[in-house]
């Protein structure tokens, strides 16, 4: 069998050779780092915007999603996203997301878009403003107890005008006795309505089977300021339950009254009048 000939290499076809092979890796490495991996299918969103009132009737055409109809309002001419008429609160304390963390861009354009809400295949991501300003836990306690305080205020406050408005329908009532110390014009009145009652005592003088009675009852009478009878109470028996209801109904029978003149029925809605009928052989008068 012959030889096989040895192919003959020099030295410089082996640098040659090295070389290549050198420059063919650089490339391919430097080729390789353009190459990316295919992107990830991004995921179909709609953005709705949060409706702050709710009309009845829907409109003929929208320009935006929302959970609800709204008509549209204000003096602007282009189609301008609502937002929030309040400082909204640290946006870190309301967000939740359940995809994928967005790039530091993307999150930073997110805090600062308006009232969106924004629906992807499965995660659900919710950005709002609500009227009041996030408050830190350590300022809850005094929070509560200033919210506390003026509730209790507020109860005050009503009970306040309640009293008040029930006083206001309460008549005014002016008491006199006998020992006190009248005005001209309400002591005319007042005699006025003492004789009456006088008058008519001795007319239906109080009798019991025939025999007279006699006593000092003290009658508290209240008439309204047109004349009528409001009330007649005995304030100290003559010790004789007869001749207490005697009195009363002889009061009963002077009314009704005169009413009341007019400077009196400026100041008072009611007169009580406090007198002690006296019964005796000669009559009846009071005092």
Same mark, same amino acid.
């Given at each position: $069998?012959?030889?096989?000939?040895?192919?003959?290499?020099?030295?410089?076809?082996?640098?040659?050779?090295?070389?290549?092979?050198?420059?063919?890796?650089?490339?391919? $490495?430097?080729?390789? #780092?353009?190459?990316?991996?295919?992107?990830?299918?991004?995921?179909?969103? $709609?953005?709705?915007?949060?409706? =702050?009132? +709710? #009309?009845? /009737?829907?409109? #003929?055409?929208?320009?935006?999603?929302?959970?609800?109809?709204?008509?549209? &309002?204000?003096?602007?001419?282009?189609?301008? %996203?609502?937002?929030? *008429?309040?400082?909204?609160?640290?946006?870190?304390?309301?967000?939740?997301?359940?995809?994928?963390?967005? @790039?530091?861009?993307?999150?930073?354009?997110?805090?600062? &878009?308006?009232?969106?809400?924004?629906?992807?295949?499965?995660?659900? &991501?919710?950005?709002?403003? *609500?009227?009041?300003?996030?408050?830190?836990?350590?300022?809850?306690?005094?929070? =509560?107890?200033?919210?506390?305080?003026?509730?209790?205020?507020?109860?005050?406050?009503?009970?306040?005008?309640?009293?008040?408005?029930?006083?206001? /329908? @309460?008549?005014?009532?002016? =008491?006199?006795?006998?020992?006190?110390?009248? /005005?001209? !014009?309400?002591? =005319?009145? !007042?005699?006025?309505?003492?004789?009456?009652?006088? %008058?008519?005592?001795?007319?239906?003088? *109080?009798?019991?089977?025939?025999?007279?009675?006699?006593? @000092?009852?003290?009658?508290?009478?209240?008439?309204?300021?047109?004349?009528?009878?409001?009330?007649?109470?005995?304030?100290?028996?003559?010790? #004789?339950? !007869?001749? +207490?209801?005697?009195?009363?109904?002889?009061?009963?029978?002077?009314?009704?009254?005169?009413?009341?003149?007019?400077?009196?029925?400026?100041?008072?809605?009611?007169?009580?009048?406090?007198?002690?009928?006296?019964?005796?052989? /000669?009559?009846?008068?009071?005092?």
């Amino acid at each position: $069998m012959a030889a096989i000939p040895q192919a003959n290499i020099k030295a410089s076809d082996r640098l040659s050779f090295t070389i290549f092979v050198a420059i063919a890796l650089h490339v391919l $490495m430097v080729l390789t #780092d353009f190459i990316q991996d295919d992107p990830k299918p991004v995921a179909k969103t $709609m953005e709705i915007t949060l409706a =702050r009132f +709710d #009309d009845e /009737k829907r409109p #003929d055409q929208a320009d935006f999603l929302a959970q609800t109809n709204q008509q549209g &309002s204000g003096n602007v001419e282009e189609k301008v %996203r609502q937002s929030s *008429p309040t400082k909204s609160i640290d946006e870190s304390m309301l967000i939740q997301e359940s995809a994928s963390p967005a @790039k530091p861009q993307q999150q930073e354009t997110e805090k600062r &878009s308006a009232v969106v809400t924004r629906v992807a295949d499965d995660s659900f &991501s919710a950005l709002f403003a *609500p009227d009041q300003e996030y408050v830190p836990d350590s300022e809850q306690p005094e929070l =509560r107890s200033l919210i506390e305080r003026s509730l209790q205020i507020a109860e005050l406050e009503a009970s306040y005008e309640e009293q008040l408005q029930q006083y206001a /329908k @309460k008549p005014r009532v002016t =008491r006199l006795a006998a020992a006190s110390t009248m /005005k001209a !014009v309400d002591a =005319r009145y !007042v005699e006025q309505v003492v004789a009456k009652i006088e %008058r008519v005592g001795r007319q239906f003088f *109080p009798t019991d089977r025939g025999r007279k009675l006699y006593g @000092k009852p003290r009658v508290l009478i209240s008439i309204y300021s047109d004349g009528s009878l409001r009330d007649v109470e005995i304030r100290s028996s003559s010790g #004789d339950l !007869v001749l +207490d209801a005697k009195t009363k109904d002889i009061v009963s029978r002077a009314a009704p009254f005169a009413p009341f003149p007019s400077e009196v029925r400026k100041e008072r809605d009611v007169l009580e009048l406090i007198r002690t009928f006296s019964y005796t052989g /000669k009559g009846v008068y009071s005092f």
